[in-house]
């Protein structure tokens, strides 16, 4: 049990200090013509689907998609995640898995591209 809470530590430290460096902001435009598009880049180095899902200041969780194992994928923010107070934090549920590790909150800025990775030990 011990290995396990201690591995499972290790994931969420990855996976916070990988998210928390974010790109450049983009001039992309939301299609509603609101603030700039927000994304996430997903590198998933591990063998396991993820679910991914973004969590805002209230603690509601939406879900962004599916990331196949040893693959990228993008995901859009949705600008009401984003919101006025601008932190996030990201949950990861690996598919035939019984645990989701979850990021730190992160400060995105609209118009932000937030690299996740996801190591493959998960």
Known sequence: MRVHLAKLATVVAMLATVAACSQATHNARSDEGGQPTTRVHVENRAFLDMNVFVIGDGGNRQRLGIV???TDQEFVIPDYIIG???TVRFLIEPIGSNHAPISNSLSVQ???????TIPPNV
């Open 84 to 86: 006025p107070a601008n």
């Open 68 to 70: 196949t194992g040893n």
């Open 110 to 116: 609209p118009g932000q591209t937030v690299t996740l």
